[in-house]
């Protein structure tokens, strides 16, 4: 009996700290349509997206932003990144080849909190460097879109 009480209770304790855990799904539109997550690391968040750019192909990021502090509902973030995927480029012959895609990111950004609306929006700036012979990329602003949980 005393071991299912334990158990319970250590359960409890990690469904406690699991749901303290801030949370938010919803999409990121910029060089690409991204499907994203975000979820809070103490005031830190982790970000793991799947995006598409047009017919050039699909790719999943994940990325570890650091929080830079506020300003009134403005949070700012920046952190590294890495980034998998197929892009298709195109051949001088006027043919196209997928290749497969391996690259390393940085973010940098601002967040709203939304009070009113369980909802963050988000700017930011996100440029990629492909380690598998694309060079730099996807050097563009992002605005993202997430439901907090």
């Not at 050039?56 to 509902?73: I, M, R, T």
Request: hydrophobic share 45%; net charge negative.
């Amino acid at each position: 009996m005393k071991k299912i009480i334990v158990i319970l209770v250590g359960l409890l304790a990690c469904a406690a700290v699991a749901s303290a855990q801030p949370r938010a799904f919803g999409a990121r539109l910029g060089y690409g349509a991204e499907v994203s997550y975000q979820y809070g690391v103490g005031n830190n968040f982790a970000e793991m997206d799947l995006g598409l750019v047009g017919s050039k192909g699909w790719y999943v990021s994940g990325l570890f932003d650091f929080s830079l502090g506020h300003a009134g509902l403005f949070h700012f973030y920046a952190g590294p990144g890495v980034q998998l995927g197929t892009r298709n480029y195109e051949e001088t012959d006027g043919g196209d080849i997928l290749k497969f895609d391996a690259a390393l990111l940085g973010q940098i950004g601002v967040e709203v909190e939304l009070n009113a609306l369980p909802l963050n929006l988000s700017l930011d700036w996100r440029p990629a460097y492909s380690i598998t012979g694309g060079g730099f990329y996807g050097v563009g602003i992002g605005l993202g879109v997430r439901y907090r949980f």
